[in-house]
């Protein structure tokens, strides 16, 4: 294994999630061969790497989606590897997950209500979903349209907005900018700006690595699935390699 | 026309029967993208529980209402549970294979339970055990005329109302609980796409238990009311109600509740229609003719959405 690179000193906070050496394989091909992460409360941290690099993977094993070959998964100290997506919820995780899987069928409403499946408090949700009108106020103009008639950007808003709604304590989003307008993208990254300024932690996968760095108070580089650098957004938005490798330059 | 007006409250009383049964075969695929080719079986099984709680109970006691409603319940529960085991056992962990594989598990079923009942079970002289002759079934509902018009031209006949009434309270409640309660709110995420219904909280796995349970419950109330009607009970009667129902859940179009019924009622009265002013053994040719004739034209089904294979 190449030699870990790390750029800038972190930030010390209470550890929200830790990843040990997790592997991941599809048949005989592995996908993650050992990855490592930590990301502490209020944080956001990004996965940012290459098609293939194992960014998503990375998020699916967190989130039940995929088991885990090997390692270890822990949120808030509680081992979580090899537990149903369903019963993370529970314990606080939300994953918007890449293509948004937004429900076509069913109206804004409906969606955002299902995003409070495993809540009871009525006037909480109540409460919640009027934040996320004002976080979001394209989805309120929207509110009783079904969800497929939605552009790519409201329909990722409703995705995240639709997280949010079981009251996670992190929050995992797979590509935000995947199809959307240089514009869109703008907006919905200021808005996830606003959402961790609120106290959210966020773990974020995304190809645009210069907005993931620009927002991620710390950034993993994921090739092969391996993490082969580490550092601040800001180190590594200032690192030549980053630069040449994923900002095009 | 009294004439007409009879075959449409036949038609219609056969339809109701078999849109329970088309349910049961359309929220399976809603859930599951799979034909449970073991529904009409299952549907079968709840009939010989139906009758040998019927047989237990007595002439005398299973005529009156309160053992009626047991006749139903016992053999509503009893498929819930046979629902239950057949997809925790059988489909659940062929989940993640590819479909074909629950297919060939779900004929293997249908098969396994249509032939396993027809095993010469019955010790001599004790006939509440199943077997390849077809039982005649007891009347749990005393045939009486409802409503007679005319003289004698059209006869509603008392089990035909009680059947109607039956089935549509059974799809009333099935409506109530798909679009108004949690369940059915979770049925309908997971419906879309099991995955991300996992991802909000949704316990996916009870949710597919669920609706085979309640699917398979459906059938067991609409397999009594046939028996009653057709007043007899045997092992292959599910493959022929099952097939029927299957096709009427294909003509609304598959995973479309609504779509199912109107798609069962269309086959009862065109059925019925058949018979009435052809022969009889024209139904099933008509039947499925009818079947064809719909998916040359909208190949979803009438309320289906076609939907490319997702590659």
């Not at chain 1, 830790?18 to 956001?44: M, N, R, T, W």
């Not at chain 1, 993370?88 to 299902?114: C, M, S, W, Y």
């Not at chain 2, 316990?203 to 349970?213: E, L, S």
């Not at chain 2, 069962?264 to 009265?269: E, K, S, T």
């Given at each position: 294994m190449a030699e870990l690179v790390r750029l800038g000193e972190r930030a010390s906070r209470p550890a929200l999630l830790a990843v040990q050496d997790l592997k991941v394989s599809y048949g005989a091909i592995a996908a993650l061969k050992g990855v490592s992460l930590s990301l502490g409360q209020g944080e956001v941290v990004a996965l940012i790497g290459?098609?293939?690099?194992?960014k998503t993977s990375t998020l699916r094993a967190v989130s039940g989606m995929l088991k885990p070959k090997a390692g270890t998964i822990t949120l808030k100290g509680e081992r979580i590897d090899s537990q149903p997506s369903h019963a993370l919820v529970a314990k606080g995780l939300a994953h918007a997950p890449e293509g948004r899987g937004?429900?076509?069928?069913?109206t804004v409403q409906e969606n955002l209500d299902l995003g409070a499946y495993?809540?009871?408090d009525k006037a909480g949700i109540a409460q919640d979903l009027e934040k996320s009108f004002t976080l979001f106020p394209r989805l309120k103009e929207r509110q009783?349209?079904?969800?497929?008639?939605?552009s790519g950007g409201e329909q990722q808003m409703l995705a995240i907005a639709r997280a949010l709604m079981s009251r996670p304590s992190l929050l995992l989003l797979d590509?935000?900018?995947?199809?959307?307008?240089p514009q869109v993208t703008q907006t919905i990254f200021r808005i996830l700006r606003d959402v961790n300024a609120g106290g959210m932690s966020i773990l974020l996968v995304e190809q645009n690595a210069h907005l993931a760095l620009d927002l991620a108070h710390w950034a993993y580089v994921l090739e092969t699935g391996e993490v082969v650098m580490e550092g601040t957004g800001q180190a590594l938005l200032g690192s030549p390699e980053i630069r040449k490798a994923y900002l095009g330059e | 026309m009294y004439k007409f007006l009879q075959h449409v409250i036949n038609g219609l009383s056969a339809g109701t029967i078999y849109a329970l049964v088309a349910l049961g075969y359309t929220m399976v695929y809603g859930v599951l993208?799979?034909?449970?080719?073991?529904h009409g079986d299952v549907m079968m099984v709840g009939v010989y529980v139906g009758y040998a709680v019927a047989f237990l109970l007595g002439r005398e006691t299973a005529t009156t209402v309160p053992g009626a409603l047991l006749v139903f319940a016992v053999a509503m529960s009893a498929c819930a549970a046979l629902g239950f085991l057949i997809e925790r056992f059988a489909y659940r962990p062929l989940?993640?294979?590819?479909?074909l594989t629950s297919l060939i598990t779900a004929i293997g079923i249908s098969f396994a339970l249509s032939y396993g009942f027809q095993?010469?079970?019955?010790?001599?002289?004790?006939?509440?055990l199943p077997g390849a002759a077809a039982r005649r079934f007891p009347q749990i509902i005393e045939p009486k005329e409802w409503l007679v018009l005319g003289d004698s031209d059209v006869i509603i006949w008392n089990w035909q109302v009680i059947s109607f009434g039956v089935a549509v309270g059974l799809m009333t409640l099935l409506q109530l609980l798909v679009f108004k309660t949690k369940f059915g709110k979770a049925m309908r995420a997971v419906s879309h796409d099991h995955r991300v219904a996992g991802l909000l909280g949704i316990p996916v796995d009870r949710v597919i238990a669920g609706t085979f349970m309640l699917g398979s419950a459906l059938a067991a109330g609409a397999g009594i009311l046939y028996a009653v009607k057709d007043k007899s009970v045997q092992p292959l009667m599910g493959m022929f109600v099952g097939l029927k129902a299957f096709v009427a859940a294909v003509i609304g179009g598959i995973g479309n509740l609504p779509g199912a019924v109107v798609g069962a009622l269309l086959l009862g009265l065109c059925e019925e229609f058949v018979v009435g002013y052809?022969?009889?053994?024209?139904r099933d040719a008509v039947a499925f003719g009818f079947l064809i004739a719909v998916l040359l034209v909208r190949p979803a089904g009438l309320f289906g959405k076609f939907q490319p294979e997702k590659v």
């Amino acid at each position: 294994m190449a030699e870990l690179v790390r750029l800038g000193e972190r930030a010390s906070r209470p550890a929200l999630l830790a990843v040990q050496d997790l592997k991941v394989s599809y048949g005989a091909i592995a996908a993650l061969k050992g990855v490592s992460l930590s990301l502490g409360q209020g944080e956001v941290v990004a996965l940012i790497g290459a098609n293939g690099a194992g960014k998503t993977s990375t998020l699916r094993a967190v989130s039940g989606m995929l088991k885990p070959k090997a390692g270890t998964i822990t949120l808030k100290g509680e081992r979580i590897d090899s537990q149903p997506s369903h019963a993370l919820v529970a314990k606080g995780l939300a994953h918007a997950p890449e293509g948004r899987g937004i429900f076509p069928n069913l109206t804004v409403q409906e969606n955002l209500d299902l995003g409070a499946y495993l809540r009871n408090d009525k006037a909480g949700i109540a409460q919640d979903l009027e934040k996320s009108f004002t976080l979001f106020p394209r989805l309120k103009e929207r509110q009783h349209m079904p969800a497929g008639t939605l552009s790519g950007g409201e329909q990722q808003m409703l995705a995240i907005a639709r997280a949010l709604m079981s009251r996670p304590s992190l929050l995992l989003l797979d590509e935000p900018s995947l199809g959307l307008a240089p514009q869109v993208t703008q907006t919905i990254f200021r808005i996830l700006r606003d959402v961790n300024a609120g106290g959210m932690s966020i773990l974020l996968v995304e190809q645009n690595a210069h907005l993931a760095l620009d927002l991620a108070h710390w950034a993993y580089v994921l090739e092969t699935g391996e993490v082969v650098m580490e550092g601040t957004g800001q180190a590594l938005l200032g690192s030549p390699e980053i630069r040449k490798a994923y900002l095009g330059e | 026309m009294y004439k007409f007006l009879q075959h449409v409250i036949n038609g219609l009383s056969a339809g109701t029967i078999y849109a329970l049964v088309a349910l049961g075969y359309t929220m399976v695929y809603g859930v599951l993208k799979l034909i449970n080719f073991a529904h009409g079986d299952v549907m079968m099984v709840g009939v010989y529980v139906g009758y040998a709680v019927a047989f237990l109970l007595g002439r005398e006691t299973a005529t009156t209402v309160p053992g009626a409603l047991l006749v139903f319940a016992v053999a509503m529960s009893a498929c819930a549970a046979l629902g239950f085991l057949i997809e925790r056992f059988a489909y659940r962990p062929l989940r993640e294979k590819p479909r074909l594989t629950s297919l060939i598990t779900a004929i293997g079923i249908s098969f396994a339970l249509s032939y396993g009942f027809q095993l010469d079970w019955a010790v001599q002289d004790w006939t509440i055990l199943p077997g390849a002759a077809a039982r005649r079934f007891p009347q749990i509902i005393e045939p009486k005329e409802w409503l007679v018009l005319g003289d004698s031209d059209v006869i509603i006949w008392n089990w035909q109302v009680i059947s109607f009434g039956v089935a549509v309270g059974l799809m009333t409640l099935l409506q109530l609980l798909v679009f108004k309660t949690k369940f059915g709110k979770a049925m309908r995420a997971v419906s879309h796409d099991h995955r991300v219904a996992g991802l909000l909280g949704i316990p996916v796995d009870r949710v597919i238990a669920g609706t085979f349970m309640l699917g398979s419950a459906l059938a067991a109330g609409a397999g009594i009311l046939y028996a009653v009607k057709d007043k007899s009970v045997q092992p292959l009667m599910g493959m022929f109600v099952g097939l029927k129902a299957f096709v009427a859940a294909v003509i609304g179009g598959i995973g479309n509740l609504p779509g199912a019924v109107v798609g069962a009622l269309l086959l009862g009265l065109c059925e019925e229609f058949v018979v009435g002013y052809t022969a009889s053994s024209w139904r099933d040719a008509v039947a499925f003719g009818f079947l064809i004739a719909v998916l040359l034209v909208r190949p979803a089904g009438l309320f289906g959405k076609f939907q490319p294979e997702k590659v």
